[in-house]
C-alpha cells in the first residue's frame, strides 16, 4: 500500500516563478525523502528531513515538516526548464530502508 | 564514476516466458532493492536484499524472484507466473540496510513489454 499522496498531480508554471508540491502520509515516520524523476530515467535524492526537523534547505529547494499534520512541502523557487520532472516523496516509518513512495506530482515549467 | 547499471534500457516477453533484468552497482552498497512502477503510480518495492546471499520479499513479490550472488549484482527475474509484467522497473541501492537516514541511489531503469 502506499502511504504518501502528493498534491497536485500535476502542476504547469513559468519559468521564474516558484512551485510547491504538498505529500500527506498516514502513519508515525522517521524521516521524509523528496526525489525527483525525469521521463523516462531513474529517481534522483533531493534532500532528506528527519522527523524531529521542521524545515531545510538545499539551494533553490525549500522542504517543511509538519507531523501533527503528517505533511511535508516541497518548493522549488525561481523555477527553471530544466525543473520540468516528476516529484516523489518517500517516508520511512521503520526505521530501516524501506521507503514507501507517494505516487508524485508531475511538473511542467514552461520558457 | 560510481553508479548503478540497469540492462536492458527496453525488454519484450513473449508469453510464458521468463525474462531476467540485470542491475549492477559499483558503489560498494550493502542494500540493494528492486522496485516496480506503473503509470500514474508511485514505486512499490518488489524485493530487496540487505546484503550478499540474502533477499526478502517486498510487496509485491508474486510473479518475480532474484539472487545475490555477489555484492555488486542483484538481478531480477520476471517470471511467466507474473500475468501483468508490462512496467518501468527500476533498481536502487543504498550503503546499508539498517540506516535509513540516507537516500537511495536508482539506476535509469528497464522498460518491460508483452510480446
Known amino acids: 500500500s502506499q502511504q504518501g499522496e502528493e498534491d497536485p498531480q500535476a502542476l504547469s508554471i513559468q519559468e521564474g516563478e516558484n512551485a510547491t508540491m504538498n505529500c500527506s502520509y498516514k502513519?508515525?515516520?522517521?524521516?521524509l525523502q523528496w526525489y525527483r524523476q525525469n521521463s523516462g530515467r531513474g529517481l534522483v535524492h533531493l534532500i532528506l528531513?528527519?522527523?524531529?526537523?521542521r524545515e531545510k534547505h538545499s539551494g533553490r529547494l525549500r522542504v517543511t515538516l509538519d507531523t501533527s499534520k503528517k505533511s511535508s512541502s516541497l518548493l522549488i523557487t525561481a523555477s527553471r526548464a530544466a525543473d520540468t520532472a516528476s516529484y516523489f516523496c518517500?517516508?520511512?516509518?521503520?526505521?530501516?530502508?524501506?521507503?514507501?513512495f507517494g505516487t508524485g506530482t508531475r511538473l511542467l515549467v514552461s520558457p | 564514476d560510481g553508479g548503478i547499471t540497469q540492462s536492458p534500457k527496453y525488454l519484450f516477453r513473449k508469453e510464458g516466458q521468463n525474462v531476467t533484468l540485470s542491475c549492477e552497482q559499483n558503489?560498494?552498497?550493502?542494500?540493494m532493492y528492486w522496485y516496480r512502477q506503473d503509470p500514474g503510480q508511485g514505486l512499490r518495492l518488489i524485493y530487496y536484499?540487505?546484503?550478499?546471499?540474502?533477499?526478502q520479499k517486498g510487496d509485491i513479490a508474486e510473479g518475480y524472484s532474484v539472487s545475490r550472488e555477489k555484492k555488486e549484482s542483484f538481478p531480477l527475474t520476471v517470471t511467466s507466473a507474473q500475468k501483468n509484467p508490462t512496467a518501468f522497473y527500476l533498481c536502487?541501492?543504498?550503503?546499508?540496510?539498517?540506516?535509513?537516514?540516507?537516500?537511495?541511489?536508482f539506476g535509469d531503469g528497464t522498460r518491460l513489454s508483452i510480446l
Open positions: 518517500a517516508t520511512d516509518a521503520t526505521g530501516f530502508q524501506k521507503l514507501v
Open positions: 536484499s540487505q546484503i550478499v546471499n540474502d533477499f
Open positions: 558503489l560498494n552498497h550493502d542494500a
Open positions: 528531513i528527519r522527523s524531529n526537523e
Open positions: 502513519t508515525s515516520i522517521n524521516n
Open positions: 536502487a541501492s543504498s550503503i546499508d540496510w539498517g540506516r535509513s537516514n540516507q537516500p537511495q541511489h
